[in-house]
């Protein structure tokens, strides 16, 4: 039986989503164990996204074939059992034979959350990144337009040697302030390698008036890493939705 | 000058607020260290509840008289500049000479935070406790109304030897529930040591039908920690408002 299953984790203590030879600290390589011993053979589990180290998760998809025809319901009560309790399957169904939770995601929705000022919030403090500099939000917003739409993206991308088309869509980059608190949320088909990062360290260059909003439009059309801003840190980005 | 600090912290890392021998790991012990650098001379910090271990604090005051006339905002700048990212001064302003947090306390707000059910929050684990277990919360808040007006509570006092009066009163206590998650609110003009924990230790056990609610009557008239139930773990508890 193939089964999708919905994923929150808080990221701070592993090593990101995917599977790195024998280590135990990634989201992937915890969710497989735990499978593969309700499987009583070695399962495999296909994220949606790969989220790196540090990264979270309110909303990520995987899917998973398993022997048998446990019930959705058991393969999430008995996941949540052995899980460690940073990682929590909080929904879980039946799925086609054929979905695969990377190759059919159609959309992805992230979110970069910011404490502005000088007072951190302690409960939220693993996931919100602190910013003690004013940042000019209208020039953000101006700049984050002109990074949206269909675009080649090849700026933003980190993996040098990446081979295949680096076209992607952004449909909305939105920012949602509330006090000293900052959402930015990235809303697109997919996005390349250490895209949202480099998109948000792009935008907090402009927020800082270290770039021209206006400038954007080279930066993409440059086609070249060198041409953007910084990765901006992990801490504070969220995997929030997977849309198919 | 004397100063009223509002302190939010995070109370997993720590052996709760009392400062105690050379333990460095409190919440008190934190604090007058910062303070003590900022004013030069070791200076007391004087903390309106004394909160235990693993116990946060959304409104914690304090209160502590520095040399000289420094602004009370430099006050905060400086010590959320050098305390560890789980404490933060949130507000601060000058008192009067005379005021103290914790004599000058007209009541306090706790809450405790439960999650129900096998599905945790990752998120929020440090700052709830679960359960599996149903509840009974029709029962819970029956018994809720029996504990709460102007009693002896000694029979939920943890500390057996304690000398002076333990007639509280406890304004109200209050269930609120959002899908799997339960907030139980504590009203009061103050709280004997461990009350709080052993009034919500009491309320599960008779949420999971181990005892009548109708029987609260009889724990309070026994003036004896030992016909209440259970300490509820710290885990979960916070520190909400302190009023005066």
């Given at each position: 039986?193939?089964?999708?299953?919905?994923?929150?984790?808080?990221?701070?203590?592993?090593?990101?989503?995917?599977?790195?030879?024998?280590?135990?600290?990634?989201?992937?390589?915890?969710?497989?164990?735990?499978?593969?011993?309700?499987?009583?053979?070695?399962?495999?589990?296909?994220?949606?996204?790969?989220?790196?180290?540090?990264?979270?998760?309110?909303?990520?998809?995987?899917?998973?074939?398993?022997?048998?025809?446990?019930?959705?319901?058991?393969?999430?009560?008995?996941?949540?059992?052995?899980?460690?309790?940073?990682i929590?399957?909080?929904?879980?169904?039946e799925?086609?034979?054929?979905?695969?939770?990377?190759?059919?995601?159609?959309?992805?929705?992230?979110?970069?959350?910011?404490?502005l000022?000088?007072?951190?919030?302690?409960?939220?403090?693993?996931?919100?990144?602190?910013?003690?500099?004013?940042?000019?939000?209208?020039?953000?917003?101006?700049?984050?337009?002109?990074?949206?739409?269909t675009h080649?993206?090849?700026?933003?991308?980190?993996?040098?040697?990446?081979?295949?088309?680096?076209?992607?869509?952004?449909?909305?980059?939105?920012?949602?302030?509330?006090?000293?608190?900052?959402?930015?949320?990235?809303?697109?088909?997919?996005?390349?390698?250490?895209?949202?990062?480099?998109?948000?360290?792009?935008?907090?260059?402009?927020?800082?008036?270290?770039?021209?909003?206006?400038?954007?439009?080279?930066v993409?059309?440059?086609?070249?890493?060198?041409?953007?801003?910084?990765?901006a840190?992990?801490?504070?980005?969220?995997?929030?939705?997977?849309?198919?």
């Open positions: 039986m193939n089964y999708k299953l919905i994923l929150q984790y808080d990221g701070s203590r592993y090593d990101g989503w995917q599977r790195q030879g024998n280590t135990a600290r990634t989201i992937q390589g915890k969710l497989e164990g735990v499978l593969s011993r309700l499987a009583g053979e070695p399962v495999e589990v296909h994220g949606a996204g790969r989220t790196d180290a540090g990264v979270h998760a309110l909303g990520q998809v995987a899917s998973v074939k398993l022997p048998g025809a446990m019930p959705a319901a058991e393969v999430m009560a008995c996941a949540n059992r052995y899980l460690p309790e940073d929590a399957v909080v929904d879980a169904c799925a086609d034979e054929r979905f695969h939770a990377r190759l059919a995601a159609r959309g992805k929705v992230y979110r970069y959350r910011l404490r000022g000088p007072v951190p919030d302690v409960f939220r403090r693993k996931y919100q990144f602190r910013l003690e500099e004013p940042l000019d939000l209208e020039a953000m917003e101006r700049a984050a337009a002109l990074l949206t739409g080649d993206y090849r700026s933003f991308c980190a993996d040098r040697r990446y081979k295949k088309s680096t076209v992607r869509t952004v449909h909305a980059i939105e920012f949602h302030r509330d006090g000293p608190d900052l959402a930015v949320t990235f809303r697109g088909t997919g996005f390349l390698y250490h895209m949202v990062r480099i998109l948000m360290g792009t935008l907090l260059e402009v927020g800082r008036g270290e770039r021209d909003a206006e400038s954007m439009t080279a993409l059309a440059a086609k070249d890493r060198s041409a953007a801003g910084a990765t840190p992990a801490q504070g980005l969220t995997l929030v939705e997977v849309l198919y």
